[in-house]
């Protein structure tokens, strides 16, 4: 269902996920690859958006949409009726990551930058066990101008959970949504490699 915005013009008037369904199925089509067995897209998109609270944050949806609509413009995958390829939607993934992890040194955290920057000298992938993770935490912070509220790793890395960046799987790994990886220069286990950027 749709209703009649005066500056938007028809947008969806949606309340449930499968209400969006119409509309994700026709701009990037049903499944993300030629089968369901790679995903269902209405599912891919906020799985691989939200943070470790399970929050969605409408820049970054905004974001994936926007840079998506720009790749596919670069490549032209899609077919009719759709309007973008799901490797279009792959590959803005990682370029939505790094624009939530700037925005976040920018507007809020500044001493993120720090272990940006450590983690790309010092990459892990995830999900690790805690340790792994405090042991790349154990950061020089005595030159920096901007701290984080306590730099003892554990505490640190509490903290980042708090916030949504990390979060501790039911078998206490640590993870790092999708949202933040590519930001935070680190990688996942497994995981398929992305498609080239130009």
Known sequence: MFKKENLLGWVPEAVEEEDFAPIVKHVFSEHMGSDPSKGATLRWIPNHLKDGHGRIFPRPLLRLIQDSTRIEKRDRQAERPHLIHHTAIRGALDQVSEFRVEELVREEFPWLKRIQSWFNEHPFRVPVERRAV?????????????????TDPDRLLDYLVDLGIASVRSNRLVDVGDLYLKGLHLKRRGGVARPKRT
């Open 134 to 150: 405090l042991r790349s935490l154990n950061i020089d912070w005595s030159h920096q101008k901007d701290l984080p509220p306590d």
